[in-house]
């Protein structure tokens, strides 16, 4: 049926379940499903390998046109492969781990958005929406690399434009498959609508983002210290091309920043949200992070090094392997055209010109790699064998494969890990009653939002007090 008509796969994708449709269809057919006419779905990691590695160079396809920003296309939004990998050069060198992970200053500020976000859970009473403050939380770092730590947000702090903007473009989510589908229809009623109905005023929130960022980028440009900043911004605006060695478009460089923000919020809110909810529910491994965290030496702000929470912690490490296996923070979308001569996938002769992309859910929850794969179980990271691990390492692909992996990898590591040990350093959480699977049910949507919108969870103070000459914690008691 698939092969004649898209309906039933319009059907899933307006639902926001376009996903979990598909990874029934590989349940059920196999590596290789049509799931419309002239597109395949793969769940192999070798079709993987090959959608996205080098060796061939698949182009995006067209859903990559609705990413555009100011009219320009960022790296994200480039589709010809080597086009792509030019403009990823801008920015590849300041995301790397090796750059991220020497920048003190990056530390302590983000040592500083986990103080304000334990001040906000304090003056909360204990119920947090941590969907919410994690975006917050995500959007005041980000905004710092990018723009520099005099023009970056407070939003974690105190009400501010920016977390109703930011609010406004999580319902946003549940209309983009309107907008992929009848982009010229949505674009004809978007802004008509959103401006006559008050509670629609969501769907303005693309362009109220754009011109804020435009603000933005127009105030960080006038300050006659830009120039010594380490920002994103100051690196981009330096960068010279290399075909013909002029510095980059202006207007490239605003829709770079725009998406980079975007982008770096959403993944980071979704992957910590997660994350807190399995923890809620799972006590056990709350006490195992607390009890690794807890043995680790401080510093002299009274804070574990980031060195030391991503090298001695294996705990939670699992557990955010399996936060990023069981809810990955990515559209499914990551659509490539098979190139010219076709490609044969599983014995399945695909044609050049169509359109393929890899189930991240089919490979994340492979029952052969990843038994029981829909439950949260974090000691299949920890227990494994080598080639076991191997395999289960290869197949785990939140950030995408190859060289259009996400840049902001090794950045989105730092903020959860830090953010998780600050927390479940000094107290413990539990879910609330509106905190349900059913509410917390991830959908296909571009940034894979929780269902709800939402994830109201209970913290519970626990006393410490200093222990052993290590200046680790230990943790007894609960006010």
Not at 31 to 42: A, D, F, L, Q, R
Not at 258 to 285: G, K, Q
């Amino acid at each position: 049926m698939n092969k004649i008509t898209g309906l039933q796969l319009a059907f899933y994708d307006l639902r926001c379940r376009r996903n979990y449709k598909i990874l029934e269809w590989h349940r059920r057919y196999g590596p290789v499903v049509c799931i419309s006419p002239n597109e395949v779905s793969i769940a192999s990691l070798e079709g993987t390998r090959a959608i996205y590695g080098a060796t061939q160079g698949w182009a995006k396809s067209n859903y990559f046109d609705h990413f555009t920003g100011y009219g320009q296309r960022s790296v994200f939004a480039t589709k010809p492969y080597q086009e792509h990998r030019e403009k990823r050069r801008f920015t590849s060198a300041f995301y790397q781990a090796s750059t991220i992970y020497k920048l003190p200053e990056l530390e302590r500020f983000v040592y500083d958005r986990c103080r304000a976000v334990l001040g906000n859970v304090e003056r909360s009473d204990g119920e947090v929406d941590v969907y919410s403050l994690t975006d917050w939380y995500a959007l005041d770092i980000i905004t710092y690399l990018v723009f520099g730590r005099e023009h970056s947000t407070r939003s974690v702090d105190h009400a501010c434009p920016e977390r109703v903007i930011f609010k406004s473009l999580k319902k946003l989510q549940f209309a983009g498959p309107c907008r992929v589908r009848f982009p010229i229809v949505f674009s004809w009623l978007s802004r008509p609508l959103g401006r006559w109905i008050p509670c629609l005023r969501f769907l303005l929130a693309d362009d109220e983002l754009a011109d804020w960022c435009q603000l933005r980028i127009s105030e960080a440009m006038d300050d006659p210290f830009l120039c010594r900043s380490p920002s994103l911004l100051r690196q981009l605006l330096q960068q010279r091309c290399d075909r013909d060695g002029k510095l980059l478009d202006r207007t490239f460089v605003a829709a770079e920043v725009l998406d980079n923000i975007n982008a770096a919020e959403a993944t980071v809110a979704v992957t910590a949200t997660y994350l807190i909810w399995l923890l809620s529910e799972h006590p056990y491994w709350q006490l195992k992070i607390r009890e690794e965290l807890s043995a680790l030496p401080l510093q002299s702000n009274n804070f574990v090094s980031f060195s030391d929470i991503n090298s001695r912690a294996p705990a939670l490490e699992a557990c955010l392997r399996e936060a990023y296996r069981l809810y990955p923070a990515s559209s499914g979308r990551s659509e490539r055209i098979v190139p010219k001569g076709g490609y044969e996938a599983s014995g399945v002769l695909l044609p050049e010109g169509a359109i393929a992309t890899s189930s991240v859910l089919s490979l994340h929850r492979d029952e052969e790699y990843f038994p029981d794969p829909e439950e949260f179980a974090p000691e299949r990271w920890l227990g494994a064998d080598a080639s076991t691990h191997k395999a289960r390492e290869a197949r785990l692909v939140p950030f995408g494969y190859g060289g259009r992996i996400c840049l902001g990898k090794a950045l989105a590591t730092m903020e959860i890990k830090m953010l998780i040990a600050a927390l479940y350093l000094e107290y413990k959480s539990t879910v609330t009653a509106s905190s349900t699977p059913e509410s917390m049910s991830q959908c296909s949507t571009h940034d894979a939002v929780p269902w709800a919108l939402e994830c109201v969870i209970r913290f519970r103070r626990v006393q410490s007090k200093k222990a052993n000459e290590g200046g680790g914690f230990e943790r007894e008691g609960h006010a």
